[in-house]
Nanobody, 119 residues
Framework: QVQLVESGGGLVQAGGSLRLSCRASGIIFSITSMGWYRQAPGKQRELVATITSGGNTNYADSVKGRFTISRDNAKNTVYLQMSSLRPEDTAVYYC?????????????WGQGTQVTVSS
């Protein structure tokens, strides 16, 4: 099992910045990628950004150039630096860790952290 603990959400004005953190514990050797997803009220959960164990990153078009995902392998922690925040970034942000092998994968989720951007 993998446990994920998120921190760093809050209320910020449009144009501001926030940094989210997510620390993984448990059977972490099996984790091949980590990332952030978000879910706004009435909408489906969507990918924000992911980073593989090798450092390859992927971003949603809506956050490219504004958000940066990074990881500290020594601390088993992934970060999401969010800048130039917009009201439409308001959502619950969920940390994800994917454990995988040659023929299987399993997703783990954090409890979510609220990000609210006021206009």
């Amino acid at each position: 099992q993998v446990q994920l603990v998120e921190s760093g959400g809050g209320l910020v004005q449009a144009g501001g910045s926030l940094r989210l953190s997510c620390r993984a514990s448990g059977i972490i050797f099996s984790i091949t990628s980590m990332g952030w997803y978000r879910q706004a009220p009435g909408k489906q959960r969507e990918l924000v950004a992911t980073i593989t164990s090798g450092g390859n990153t992927n971003y949603a078009d809506s956050v490219k150039g504004r958000f940066t995902i990074s990881r500290d392998n020594a601390k088993n922690t992934v970060y999401l630096q969010m800048s130039s925040l917009r009201p439409e970034d308001t959502a619950v942000y969920y940390c994800n860790a994917r454990a995988s092998g040659s023929s299987w994968y399993k997703d783990y989720w954090g409890q979510g952290t609220q990000v609210t951007v006021s206009s």
